[in-house]
């Protein structure tokens, strides 16, 4: 089974201080995803990144930073928190099926960040 | 500007019952289509999914049809137990990313 771990479930930070969130897979993806849910906007892409020390920006990359130094660990980095990043966040790897073509996504339980 | 559309937030299903929840997509270069489940404090868990190649595909009590003209897919649930109340998200790929929905968030009364 994948197995995606996000070190955190909860996170209780203030505004101005820089976050940390930890993402670690153990299948040998190539594709890693950080995302953010919110009640009525459904998951919403932050970054991504398809190799070691590679990063793609997705739909709302602003307030984030990401590294990649390992392929198994993908961390996501709010420099300066605010309050509307609070938010659960949840971290995704991926392998592209080359018989299918298809891919398919594995999530990580997910981190509850309250900002205050 | 949201790509993938699901437009009921909630549905509640009788206990064996089918439930049907809906999803709508704008962008036709999506080729791909995937179910997932949530529950409360866990991360999505993907379901079934289905290429644009096909029209339908089932796993068990789950199936999800695919109309291409309509640009529309359904997921059918049949029959609904409790336990598949949680929240359901749609997403389409074009390849290079995955668009999700905003959420359909089903119970299933005993």
């Known amino acids: 089974d994948v197995k995606v771990t996000q070190s955190s479930r909860y996170l209780v930070k203030r505004t101005g201080e820089k976050v940390f969130l930890e993402c670690v897979q153990d299948?040998?993806?190539?594709?890693m995803f950080w995302y953010r849910q919110d009640p009525g906007l459904g998951l919403r892409l932050i970054y991504f990144?398809?190799?070691?020390?590679?990063?793609e920006k997705g739909d709302i990359p602003e307030g984030y930073s990401v590294s990649r130094e390992k392929k198994e660990r993908f961390s996501l980095i709010l420099e300066s928190a605010s309050t509307n990043q609070t938010s659960m966040y949840l971290c995704?790897?991926?392998?592209?099926?080359?018989?299918?073509?298809?891919?398919?996504?594995?999530f990580g339980s997910g981190t509850q960040l309250s900002v205050l | 500007d949201q790509q993938v559309k699901q437009n009921s937030p909630s549905l509640s299903v009788q206990e064996g019952r089918i439930s049907i929840l809906n999803c709508d997509y704008t962008?036709?270069?999506?080729?791909?289509f995937l179910w997932y489940k949530k529950y409360p404090a866990e991360g999505p868990t993907f379901l079934i999914s289905?290429?644009?190649?096909?029209d339908k595909n089932e796993d068990g009590r789950f199936t999800v049809f695919l109309n291409k003209s309509a640009k529309h897919l359904s997921l059918h649930i049949v029959p609904s137990q409790p336990g598949d109340s949680a929240v359901y998200f749609c997403?389409?790929?074009?390849?290079?990313?995955?668009?999700f929905g905003t959420g359909t968030s089903l119970t299933v009364i005993p």
């Open positions: 995704a790897s991926s392998l592209l099926d080359s018989g299918t073509g298809t891919e398919k996504l594995f």
């Open positions: 299948m040998d993806h190539e594709n």
């Open positions: 990144s398809y190799d070691v020390k590679m990063k």
């Open positions: 962008n036709s270069m999506f080729d791909y």
């Open positions: 289905i290429s644009s190649i096909k």
């Open positions: 997403a389409a790929s074009d390849g290079n990313q995955f668009y």
